[in-house]
């Protein structure tokens, strides 16, 4: 059961995943045909199952898929543009094997050291608290723009694939909604056997649990057939053999390994340029912190699961830089939509599916198979769970009185003023003008960040216009930000706040006095504050 959930996760993330490599590769003059494509597909998705390990049994320890990140795709996209000529003006048809790839190769390592040392930066922010330092003043209304723009900022991404061909989408669309909704409750009979009481009936509820990974598999089926009907015209987005090329490509085992394309290289503008993704990707992950624990039946993160989390993912960053992703990793927000669909918040399901991104991630025609699904089949699925994402980010107002004129133009400003900046600079590109073309890369990009821009003006409006606490919603919402070592052990919500602890040496942890003053560890109570 664990397998097929954990590999319900891997679609999910696999198709957001793959689509990085395809946008960097032309960048960097890889030929289509070039196997080396199938390389980088291998490595993210390897570097993904092990940074998902990472996170959820050390870091912020809730069911969160770990994949590579688009905040970081602008800043790449802008140092290599700035450094690199384009390959137009290469005579590539000219050269030897062996220099198109040193062509390339060159490329990706500039990419990989401005990621791998701005990484550190993240690093030091959560191992250090700093995080913690914001987190215990952001309120509900700072947290429900930051959530719900998560998901409106993807309905971009999600309504371009599913445009394709809206007719598969909305068969996968159809499927999900009948699976998860309507049919969630019914169970499907499976014969089992015990040698004391024999033959025998198992209840499933298989709609229930695989929503997602049948109608990926009805909906990829489906098109399958199609294609090989000829039904869909050449190069119909929604055929299934556009990426065969790819597939007969790709060896069948692979092992992704530090330094693979050499040693990276390191420029003072790449790192600052590729600092505003790292920002935007950490303003993003909180709250997909929030988002999962909520959706996941978790109490809210503590400070010290939030400050564990940044700084695991910006050990991700570094090693996805050394490996050679050509991208860091983030927490993945179409996971947490799957999670609101099947409704299984289980962290060992999770781990199971960075073990299935682990193993495909080293059988490369395997991986390069499921390339094959068809992107108006992710475009359906995308549309749920984004939906998902959005409503989580909405249902934190319980916690705030929406009778309160100043709450809600809170609210309404910030998502509104979040969409509006990010839709302005998506049709003004270079309007940042300063004098400085880094200091105009890290604004634009964080700028062109919906959740940073609702999320940050949340966070101000709200910690500075008047208003009472219960007002506010703080003397619900800031509870779980006691120490919860304060608390009576029969307290409900100490019990639930273990799901944070360490896997290992808790009695130790406790028993010790000076782990309180560690921004990591459970105990700590540096920068609790506490509403009376």
Known sequence: ??????????????????????????LMCIDDSDPARGHIVSTIIF????????????????????GGTFSLLVPTIAIINTNFESCDQLPLANMTAEQREEVWQV??????????????????????????VLLTWITPLAIVPTVTLVGLSLFSVAADKAAFHWGISFMTIALMILFSQYLRDVAVPFPTYNKNSGCAASYVYIFKLFPVLMAIVLSWGFCAILTAAEVFPEGNKARTDLTTGLLRQSSWFTFPYPGQW?????????????????LASMIESVGDYYACARIAGAPPPPIHAVNRGIGIEGIGCIIAGVWGTGNGTTSYSENIGAIGVTKVGSRRVVQT??????????????????????????????CVMFSMITAVGLSTLQYVDLNSSRNLFVLGFSIFFGLSVSKWLEMNPGIIQTG??????????????????????????????????EERGLLKWNAHLQNPEDKDEDNIQNQQLKCY????????????????????SPTFTGFSRKIK
């Not at 059961?1 to 032309?26: E, R």
């Not at 420029?267 to 340029?273: A, D, L, P, T």
């Open 1 to 26: 059961m664990c397998i097929l959930l954990g590999l319900q996760h891997y679609l999910t993330m696999v198709g957001a995943t793959i689509t990085i490599p395809f946008i960097l590769t032309p």
């Open 47 to 66: 570097v993904s199952g092990i940074v998902t390990l990472l996170q959820s049994t050390f870091g912020i320890r809730l069911p969160i898929v770990q």
């Open 107 to 132: 490329r990706i390592r500039e990419i990989q050291g401005a990621i791998a040392v701005s990484a550190i930066f993240q690093v030091v922010i959560g191992f250090t608290g700093l995080m913690g």
């Open 262 to 278: 050499g040693l990276p290289t390191v420029s003072v503008s790449g790192v600052f340029g590729m600092l505003a993704g790292i």
């Open 353 to 382: 599916g960075a073990i299935i991104m682990l193993v495909f991630g080293m059988l490369g025609k395997v991986c390069a198979l499921f390339v094959t699904i068809p992107e108006p089949v992710v475009g359906g699925v995308f």
């Open 436 to 469: 400085e073309p880094v200091v105009d890369q890290i604004i634009t990009v964080l700028l062109q960040t919906s959740m940073f821009v609702g999320g940050t003006l949340g966070f101000i409006l709200d910690n500075t216009i008047p208003g009472t606490p």
């Open 501 to 520: 602890n360490l896997p290992f040496c808790m009695d130790a942890i406790r028993g010790w006095s000076w782990t309180k003053y560690i921004p990591v």
